[in-house]
């Protein structure tokens, strides 16, 4: 339901905020068409042989008897044709009934690939890379898991220089980590001249704190945009890899409980537990820290959770990248250097 709306194309410009409350909204201007959609497929009604005058859309909430939780969506749309003073009128219209293929609807030349949803304006560009990637490599491999996997590889390759600065940057902050110790102990009590002196010691060991952290910030925006790709994009739809999982824009469910756990829900899914088991793995190899033991654990177990109702596409990338990148720390990166233990002696005061 979160994907089902109405859209209107006016002087080129999209309109997709139109609210279910039952009131008539009407859009005016040059109007180039106007929809309806639900997740993978639109009904658009477009002008021919002249812009439309106005757009309206109404749009409504509808019960459910069987579900008391949830509600449908209903849009009317109509289109309001300038009168041109004649007698006899005839406008000539093209109606479109059909799935949101991107390859379909932009070949239509008239923007209905603008009521497709690709994320944010700093998303979008991932999305539609992503989609496109996908397609090319289907042409010539036929299982959408399999195209998956050489995707995995060919980003690991692509963010390899990324990470590999990430782990030396990692290694480099646990190797500093005993004067970081010795630094806290001196100036404990005098936050700004820790502050200065950890500033100064970064500085002397040309090390980067922020490092180990830049490569995750870079994919954000790729893993997001594979998140809208996986849930939303009707290429794959019913698409299915092996045994268990049929369909990669769907969580890959084996079993559905009689009640619903807190943050997991009530089904469960076997990439996610997969993909927090090789997280934890990854998690223990980078971070040495006594201090930051929790941490190991946290980010696991959180992922697990908040995954485990996401495509089951995106979840098996996410396991494929972290066993690529337990390869990649394991054997090509050289081995995680432990901090040395340093007697630290108390300055009395």
Known sequence: MYYTKAAVLASGEISKKFKTDGKLRVETGDIDWVAA?????????????????SAQVVGREIAVPYDKKN??????????????GNKLTQDTFMIYFGPLDLGIVK?????????????FSVIQPF?????????????????????????????????????????????????????????????????????KETMKLYKEEKVNPMGSCLP??????????????????IELR??????????LSMPDTVATLPFSIPFYGDTVNILPLFMGITMLIQQK???????????????????????????????????????LSIIQQKYLSGPTMQPATVAVKKVKK
Do not use: C
């Open 238 to 247: 019913g698409q299915g890899f092996i045994w268990w999982i049929k369909d």
């Open 285 to 323: 190899m980078s971070i040495t820290d006594p201090k930051q033991k929790a941490m190991v654990y946290f980010m696991p177990i959180f992922l697990t959770l908040l995954f485990n109702s996401f495509p089951s596409g995106l979840n098996l990338y996410y396991a494929l990248f972290n066993i």
């Open 216 to 233: 995750t910030v870079l994919q954000m925006p790729l893993l997001w945009g594979l998140f809208i790709v996986f849930r939303s994009t």
């Open 127 to 195: 999305s539609k890379a992503i989609l496109w990637s996908f397609i090319k490599l289907h042409t010539f491999i036929p299982n959408y898991g399999l195209v998956l996997i050489i995707f995995s590889i060919l980003i690991k390759l692509l963010v390899y220089p990324l990470t590999h600065k990430s782990f030396q940057s990692m290694k480099r902050m646990q190797e500093l980590q005993p004067k970081l110790s010795a630094l806290k102990e001196k100036y404990g009590k005098d936050a700004q001249r820790l502050n």
């Open 71 to 84: 509600k449908l969506k209903k849009y009317s749309i109509g289109l309001a044709m300038p009168y041109l």
């Open 37 to 53: 959609r639900t997740k993978y497929f639109a009904l658009v009604m477009v002008p021919k042989d002249h812009k439309g005058l």
């Open 107 to 119: 070949s239509y030349g008239i923007g209905l690939d603008k009521m497709m949803d690709f994320g």
